[in-house]
């Protein structure tokens, strides 16, 4: 079993839909983090929090330390927004990552 | 502040021989994390490197190698690639002590 796990690993809306993506841990961490990666393969840090809720326009995150998940929202979803989204968690007491597999989005105008 | 760059962006090599990718980290930081990420997966941590030590090391065996300059830029040195090499390979610096880390554009690795 991972060690964090996504879901769905895949996603398809239509343009202005309300999208959730979802995160689960199993190890004991310092942060996690929600990241975008595009087609070309960059990736770029969307949220990084260890409590409580984070909002970036359109996107909202939100942890739950006690059950161990996070949640990924995107409000009004558009086309741009279409990208592979990674959970990563920073290991207690070192800052070494651990990946999700990623949840792959596509929003359709 | 400039961000995290990688060279090359692209490379074809074949199994057997070596490569050596570069990375040069954001201005201000310390530290840079090597991450290897085969299709449809998610990275994979290599190791990491601070004050130009291996600061810890993922499940990659001793012929995934590294090292980090004076400057803060880094290398990531694979011997004897497999097939099994071929994936994007990502550096991402960051502050000793901060868990944000900024990643580069990565550079695709096929091995033939």
């Known amino acids: 079993k991972n060690e964090v796990e996504q879901s769905p690993q895949n996603l398809t809306a239509q343009e202005g839909e309300f999208i959730t993506i979802n995160c689960s841990y199993s190890?004991?961490?310092?942060?996690l983090h929600w990241l975008q990666q595009h087609p070309g393969g960059g990736i770029v840090s969307l949220f990084m929090?260890?409590?409580g809720k984070k909002k970036h326009g359109r996107l909202i995150a939100t942890i739950n330390i006690q059950e161990k998940h996070s949640s990924l929202h995107i409000t009004a979803s558009h086309p741009r927004d279409s990208a592979v989204y990674i959970c990563?968690?920073?290991?207690?007491?070192?800052?070494?990552?651990?990946f999700g597999t990623g949840t792959r989005l596509q929003v359709f105008p | 502040e400039t961000g995290v760059t990688q060279s090359p962006t692209h490379l074809i090599k074949t199994r057997g021989q070596q490569v050596t990718l570069r990375c040069s980290s954001q201005?201000?930081?310390?530290?840079v994390s090597w991450y290897q990420q085969a299709l449809g997966q998610g990275p994979q941590f290599i190791f990491q490197?601070?004050?130009?030590?291996?600061?810890g090391r993922g499940n990659f065996p001793p012929r995934f190698s590294g090292l980090q300059f004076p400057n803060y830029s880094s290398e990531l040195n694979v011997n004897a690639l497999e097939l099994d090499d071929s994936a994007l390979y990502l550096c991402?610096?960051?502050?000793?002590?901060?868990?944000?880390?900024?990643f580069g554009p990565g550079t695709r690795l096929t091995v033939t």
């Open positions: 991402a610096s960051s502050l000793i002590g901060f868990y944000e880390q900024y």
């Open positions: 190890v004991g961490i310092s942060a």
């Open positions: 929090l260890s409590s």
């Open positions: 990563a968690v920073s290991a207690e007491i070192t800052d070494k990552l651990i």
């Open positions: 201005s201000g930081h310390n530290t």
């Open positions: 490197y601070y004050r130009e030590e291996e600061n």
